[in-house]
Structure formats: structure tokens, C-alpha cells
């Protein structure tokens, strides 16, 4: 059976093609993604796959050796027709995949799980899909997850896809001026404004302007012949400017620059100016030869563009920060002790920088960054991670590498509240006298939002029953924090967190 067209395929086919993500080399971020999904999910099969017009393409593979199958051998193509995730439980049982080849031979599937990767307009582009060797069910909040890590998907394509726009827009916009430079270079009369000034008598006054000159500014010609070009300057022209053009006569050198001109009606203008030493062939100054163009509308077109890159940049921002908390509910599904520790942390975590009288902006960044501490603890086996007991020597080597995985999972992040988790979730475990781990870090050499983590997990741990102890009171987690002052923890931070009203953190 072959699953039918959805009713926007031709729109679908040119948005799909528009991401420019078929047939691309491997990318860490997608397979990380595949990675992530077949460990939560605990099965040997975990693809982005993407339904082309006469195939699906698989951006990453996890568990499965081909890169693209025929699409009417797809299960993706039936999922891609709804946009809530397709569940097949027993593919041996559904009337759709029965004697499919996939099924019966090579790679076994038995039961499968396809989110749909839905664009912001609403175009099924394919699926996150999960698949194992044998029958199984799942539930509300698993396949809530999925179609969450599907969305991190699409968020990685958007991503792509607004890295591409940006190169693109930059290549315009030097292209552009490059265009306009050679344009400034080939003087003409018809198009430039050229004038002509005598070095040697006072205030160099203008001996020749071209017709280009002015139809530029709106004078005439006993307007100008005889003045300095400085009658040109009004309000808004950069003093600054003025010193560097005259210093730059002075010293008989080329001066190049924007400034702020003013036509005879009072009307302002940006003039591109390029002004140049004439020498004769003794080295003798003859003149200075001023070449203008009008290039107001050029300098809006490139104001216009870096408020786009800026806007641009935002918008990246923001979808990674989406990622992040798509990141802190995946740690949550996976132990709810850890999801409610990371929130107490991290409100502890803000109080004690706001004591340290750290800025508005660097606490909200910490408020943000902080759920991800642990969020390395997603790798961590369920047999260590949700142990009802004291871990061995051996587990605990295990349960430290989260610490690593977590700053792993961050790297390379662009936006300032990804880079602060990276710090965090490396560093929250290294010790102030440097007997911590994974580096063994001492004093100032631990990022500053690591050491003030460090002391809101561990009053946190110790407040709040574990496996394998009890509960403190208040007062004595208190006094523990006090006691590591200068040993385990930054002492600045410490005396912080003895200001606040301890009973309210727990």
C-alpha cells in the first residue's frame, strides 16, 4: 500500500527544497539530536528524515547504515499526511506495512513513532521518528517529548537556514559597495560631483566644480567658485569628520569618508568624499581634487540591513534558548527529583547573585541558564541515575561525567544564556581549593556562575532526602556551607548566600 499525497505536496516539495538540506554531509547538531532520542527512548533506531518527492533522505542516522529509501517503502509518508506523531505499535498487525520489506527483512521494524517536522508555515517536511525490533506502546508525555525533540529539529533547520540568509545579505551588501567604490574611482561629469581647489591660496578656495556638482547641491556656479567647500556643512555634519579632512590636507594625504553635507534648499545629504593630493612630476602640490556622490539612499539600504542582521540575530537567540528549555523538560522526563532540583537550584542560584550585587542582566541570565546544570544526567544510565541507594566507586565515576556530557551538550552555543549554561553544567562540581572535578579548577580559575551554582546544589542536595541519606535540618546545611567557606566553596559566595532568608529556600 502506498500512502497517499498530502494536499499541499507541491508547496511542501519547494519549502523542503528551500531549507537547501538534501543530500548534505552529516551534521553534529541533528545527530546529536537522532542520539539523544534513541537513548530516552531506548531504541536501536533514531532518524531526521525528510520525505523528498520520490524518496526519503535521512539528515541523521542513528542505529541504521542507508542514508535514503524509495518513499513508497516509507512509513515517514503516512506520518507526514497528520500533524500529531503516527504510532504503529505492531507493524505485523497493521494493515499497511504488512509483508513490507522493511518488516519483514532488514531492518526488522516492529513498532515505530514519527513526530512530524512541521516549519513554522505549516509544511510537514518529514518526521523524528523512532523505531525498535519489537511491539510496544507509549505514552501521552513520550510522544509529547518527541514531538517536543522535533521541533528542536525544525529549530536547527531555521537556524540553518538564517545562517545561509545572513552570508547571502553580506555578500549583497559588499558587493554593493564594492559596485559603489569603482562607481566613486571612474569619475564622471554626468553622474559625480567634482571640484576642483587651489592649495595655495588662503582657505583653498574652489576653482572648478562640474555640473554633477551642482545638480548634487542645487548652487551655482558664482555660488561656488571662490569659496571653501565648508559653506557645504550644516547641523547635523560630524565635527570629527571636518578635523580629520583638514588634518588630512594638511598633511598632503588621500582623505576617504561619509559626511554629513547640506543642500541649498537646507536639505541634508549623505556625500561620499574622496579627496586627493595632485602632484606634478617635481613632487610639487598643484591642487586637491574632491570626487562626491549622493549616497544617502545606500547608507539607509545598509542601516536597514544591519537592523535585519541584528533582528536576525535575535531571532537565533531566541530559538536556542527555545532549545534550552526543550533541553530542561528532556531532564525532567527522565528523573522528577532532578527536574524539581534544577528549578530550586536555579531561583537559589539568582537570589544569591542579586546579594552580590551582580547586575540585572547577569542574574536573569543566571535564572535562565541554571535548570541546565544537569542536564548531562540525560546521558546517565537509568541503573545509576535512578539507583535507590548509595552509588559504588565505580557508579559514581559514571554519574561525574554528566558534568562533562552537560557542558558537551551546550558548546558552541551563540547566545549569551547558552554559553552561561555551558559554564554552569562544566564547572558547578569543581572545588575552590581544587580538589572538584572534571578539572580540577581552584579560586577565580572557575567561572564565576559555577561557583555560585556549587552553593545553591549543594545546600539544595543536603536540605532535600536522597536515596541513600536523610534530609538535613535548615540550620546545619547552613553551617556546612559556612564551614566549606574557603575550602569547597568561593568565600564571596558564601557570605552572599548567608544573607538570605534560608527557610524559604527549601
Known amino acids: ?20 538540506i538534501l543530500d548534505t554531509p552529516p551534521e553534529v547538531a541533528f545527530e546529536r539530536i537522532t542520539s539523544l532520542a534513541a537513548r530516552l527512548f531506548d531504541v536501536p533506531i533514531a532518524l531526521v528524515s525528510l520525505v523528498d518527492a520520490d524518496r526519503q533522505w535521512f539528515k541523521a542516522c542513528f542505529g541504521l547504515d542507508e542514508y535514503q529509501t524509495d518513499r513508497k ?12 506523531v503516527m504510532v504503529v505499535e505492531d507493524a505485523t498487525l497493521d494493515s499497511r506495512f504488512v509483508g513490507h520489506p522493511s518488516v519483514t527483512g532488514y531492518p526488522y521494524v516492529r513498532s515505530y513513532a514519527g513526530a512530524p517536522l512541521k516549519t513554522p508555515h505549516g509544511q510537514n517536511l518529514g518526521t523524528l521518528c523512532i523505531i525498535d525490533t519489537k511491539s510496544r506502546q507509549f505514552k501521552p508525555d513520550q510522544l509529547a517529548l518527541l514531538s517536543d525533540m522535533a521541533g528542536m529539529v525544525i529549530d536547527e533547520l531555521e537556524l540553518r537556514r538564517v ?27 554626468l553622474t559625480s560631483g567634482v571640484t576642483i581647489s587651489d592649495p ?14 551642482y545638480n548634487m547641491t542645487g548652487y551655482d556656479p558664482k555660488e561656488v567658485i571662490g569659496r571653501n567647500w565648508n559653506f557645504l556643512k550644516g547641523a547635523g555634519t560630524d565635527s570629527g569628520t571636518i578635523e580629520q579632512i583638514r588634518v588630512a590636507m594638511n598633511e598632503r594625504r588621500t582623505f576617504s569618508g561619509v559626511v554629513c553635507n547640506y543642500r541649498k534648499d537646507g536639505t541634508p545629504f549623505l556625500n561620499e568624499l574622496i579627496i586627493n593630493p595632485v602632484f606634478d612630476v617635481a613632487g610639487h602640490l598643484l591642487s586637491f581634487v574632491a570626487v562626491q556622490n549622493d549616497v544617502t539612499e545606500r547608507e539607509q539600504a545598509k542601516q536597514l540591513l544591519e537592523e535585519r542582521v541584528r533582528e536576525r540575530t535575535l531571532e537565533l537567540s531566541q530559538s536556542q534558548v527555545e532549545i534550552l528549555e526543550r533541553l530542561v523538560r528532556a531532564s525532567e522526563f527522565r528523573d522528577d527529583d532532578t527536574g524539581q532540583h534544577t528549578h530550586r537550584v536555579a531561583h537559589m542560584a539568582a537570589l544569591i547573585a542579586e546579594a552580590m550585587g551582580l547586575t540585572a542582566e547577569h542574574v536573569a541570565l543566571i535564572r535562565q541558564a541554571a535548570p541546565l546544570h544537569d542536564v548531562g544526567k540525560i546521558a546517565i544510565s537509568d541503573l545509576v541515575l535512578l539507583k535507590p541507594g548509595k552509588l559504588t566507586e565505580k557508579e559514581f565515576a559514571i554519574m561525574k561525567k554528566h558534568a562533562v556530557i552537560g557542558a558537551a551538550l551546550l558548546c558552541e552555543g551563540q547566545s549569551e544564556a547558552v554559553q ?7 564547572s558547578h562540581h569543581e572545588r575552590w581549593n581544587g ?13 564565576l556562575e559555577g561557583r555560585i551554582l556549587a552553593v545553591a546544589d549543594v545546600f539544595d542536595a543536603l536540605t532535600h532526602e536522597r536515596p541513600y541519606k536523610a534530609a538535613w535540618s535548615v540550620p546545619d546545611a547552613v553551617a556546612e556551607i559556612a564551614r566549606q567557606s574557603g575550602h569547597q566553596f568561593d568565600p564571596c559566595v558564601v557570605e552572599a ?10
Open 73 to 84: 517503502l516509507s512509513f515517514c509518508a503516512y506520518a507526514i499526511l497528520s500533524d500529531e
Open 497 to 506: 548566600f548567608l544573607t538570605l532568608n534560608h527557610e524559604e529556600l527549601v
Open 1 to 20: 500500500m502506498t500512502a497517499p499525497l498530502p494536499i499541499n505536496e507541491a508547496e511542501r516539495l519547494q519549502t523542503l527544497r528551500s531549507y537547501h
Open 163 to 189: 545562517a545561509r540568509d545572513l552570508r547571502e545579505s553580506e555578500a549583497a551588501l559588499r558587493e554593493s559597495l564594492r559596485k559603489n567604490s569603482q562607481l566613486t574611482v571612474a569619475i564622471t561629469n
Open 200 to 213: 595655495h591660496l588662503p582657505n583653498h578656495p574652489i576653482v572648478f566644480a562640474n555640473s554633477g556638482f
Open 420 to 426: 552561561m549554561a555551558e559554564r554552569m553544567a562544566g
Open 435 to 447: 580538589t572538584g572535578y572534571p578539572l580540577q579548577l581552584s579560586g577565580e580559575q572557575i567561572p
